[in-house]
């Protein structure tokens, strides 16, 4: 009997793995990272219920690490087989996975080096040399349409709007003759938003079980216009004189934040100050969003057609040294920092927002999801102070939410993927959440549509 487990991202936002077993062969669907609390972080040191020498196929929703950030793990654990992505996925996965090896290294080296860690002994869980074996093994399948993994299982793509490449997975799987399909939605974007196109629902005719994701099960996210609420945040800082920190990774929120300025930039409703993407590896990332056109929406599209630079600001300067990100903080005039993480967690982020937290003229703008054990929660849920490299730095910023800028669906969005499903999937299985926010959903889908739906528990197996 075919069956699928689920690895991670069950009951938590992060560590999406979900491992199918069927016709004698075992699938991977992603290999992420866990990312937030200790115990969840805990969980990145634990090998894998089932040997990875013995998987058979891995393929991946989209780069993002908690997507994609455990590869390095699996594979010097002995997975040495395909890992099937589609081609911006497959670039920027590398870009994410090269920067996860350093990031890893340097939070290590100044966790020994400060004595800020928990452990008396802190290494690091992978480093840059674990991730050129990872990228040998990915190779590339169509950005939609159908594909054979092998004779047991097909895939068909649909764009999930999410980040560049993004994409939920249509699996059929067949097992002595009989078919069952199961449903990954991967992370869902947003609708109507710049750059990328819209999520599109799977057309399949048969679902035997959906994963859907339940990032932002439980809320909506604030209305208004993005274009006219970040314009007003610039001017208001900057007649203050004060400085923007974004906690954003360099891919996705990055090019989003930089459309909007360029946007603004243009019809001057805000004046012209230097952003520093702060980041070595935002410039890759934007050229990967310029060069992908097949993600693009018919807007961005149009603003390149016309000749525009619609991903870059006027007054753009991009670091890529510690030397040249350290030299930001002699900058005393109005500035705005796009700084990863994107949840505070670790990255250069942290040096900036030392530097910026404890003056009341600046702003902090959070624009992602903030998983629960991050800084980023705290500062969202009116942290009055936050520790940095073993400080205690008071927070004094104007700490403004902006979930306009979210990449992900909010409650009634991810209905809306829902309703576009063209027959009611025998069972669902929500995902990638916290506990309220899945249950949420859950009730939410058991009323409105009357499927079966549950939560997925972590390291569950369940019949396809
Ligand atoms: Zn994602």
């Known amino acids: 009997m075919a069956k699928l487990t689920f690895l991670g991202a069950a009951g938590c936002v992060t560590g999406s793995k979900y491992l199918v077993e069927a016709a004698g062969k075992k699938l991977l669907v992603d290999c992420g990272l866990f990312q937030g609390t200790d115990d969840l972080k805990q969980r990145n040191w634990n090998?894998?219920?089932?040997?990875?020498?013995?998987?058979?196929?891995?393929?991946?929703?989209?780069?993002h690490l908690d997507h994609t950030g455990w590869?390095?793990?699996?594979v010097r654990d002995g997975y040495n087989k395909t890992i099937f992505a589609n081609p911006a996925t497959i670039e920027l996965t590398e870009i994410l996975l090269k920067d996860s090896g350093h990031l890893q290294e340097e939070e290590t080296e100044d966790a020994q080096k400060h004595k800020w860690s928990k452990h008396a002994q802190p290494r690091a869980l992978y480093t840059s040399e674990d991730i050129d074996p990872v990228l040998r093994l990915l190779k590339p399948m169509p950005r939609s349409g159908g594909f054979d993994i092998s004779a047991e299982f097909h895939v068909e793509s649909y764009d999930a709007g999410h980040i560049l490449g993004s994409s939920s997975l249509e699996l059929t799987i067949t097992e002595n003759g009989m078919k069952s399909v199961v449903v990954f939605s991967g992370d869902i974007g947003r609708y109507d938003q710049p750059i990328l196109n819209d999520p599109k629902t799977p057309s399949t005719k048969q679902i035997d079980l959906l994963l859907c994701e339940s990032t932002y099960g439980d809320r909506e996210h604030e209305a208004g216009d993005p274009l006219q609420l970040l314009g007003d945040i610039v001017n208001r800082v900057v007649r203050r004189g004060g400085s923007i920190?974004?906690?954003a990774f360099a891919i996705g929120r990055t090019q989003t934040f930089m459309y909007y300025l360029r946007e603004l930039e243009n019809l001057q409703r805000i004046p012209r100050v230097p952003v520093y993407v702060d980041s070595p590896m935002a410039l890759s990332a934007t050229d990967l969003y310029l060069k992908?056109?097949?993600d693009h929406d018919l807007e961005f599209s149009r603003d390149e057609k016309n000749g525009g630079d619609p991903l870059n600001v006027h007054e753009f300067h991009l670091t890529r040294t510690a030397e040249e990100s350290k030299q930001i903080n002699n900058v005393k005039t109005?500035?705005?920092?796009?700084?990863?993480?994107?949840?505070?967690?670790?990255?250069?982020?942290?040096?900036?927002?030392?530097?910026?937290?404890?003056?009341?003229?600046?702003?902090?703008?959070?624009?992602?999801?903030?998983?629960?054990?991050t800084r980023g929660r705290a500062l969202q849920e009116g942290a009055k102070t936050l520790n940095l490299f073993g400080q205690v730095v008071p927070v004094l910023a104007e700490i403004v939410e902006m979930g306009q800028f979210s990449a992900h669906a909010g409650?009634?969005?991810?209905m809306r993927w829902m309703t576009g499903l063209q027959v009611p999937p025998k069972?669902?299985?929500?995902?990638?959440?916290?506990p309220q926010a899945a249950q949420s959903l859950q009730q939410a889908v058991t009323q409105n549509f009357k499927w079966k739906a549950a939560v997925a528990r972590y390291l569950d197996s369940v019949e396809i």
């Open 411 to 414: 409650k009634s969005e991810l």
């Open 292 to 294: 992908h056109k097949e």
């Open 427 to 434: 069972q669902v299985y929500l995902t990638h959440g916290e």
């Open 47 to 63: 090998s894998l219920p089932t040997d990875p020498k013995t998987i058979d196929y891995l393929m991946l929703t989209h780069a």
């Open 245 to 247: 920190v974004i906690p």
């Open 334 to 373: 109005p500035c705005i920092i796009i700084s990863a993480s994107g949840m505070v967690t670790g990255g250069r982020v942290l040096h900036h927002l030392a530097q910026r937290l404890g003056d009341a003229r600046n702003c902090v703008i959070l624009g992602g999801f903030q998983a629960e054990g």
């Open 71 to 74: 590869l390095p793990v699996l």
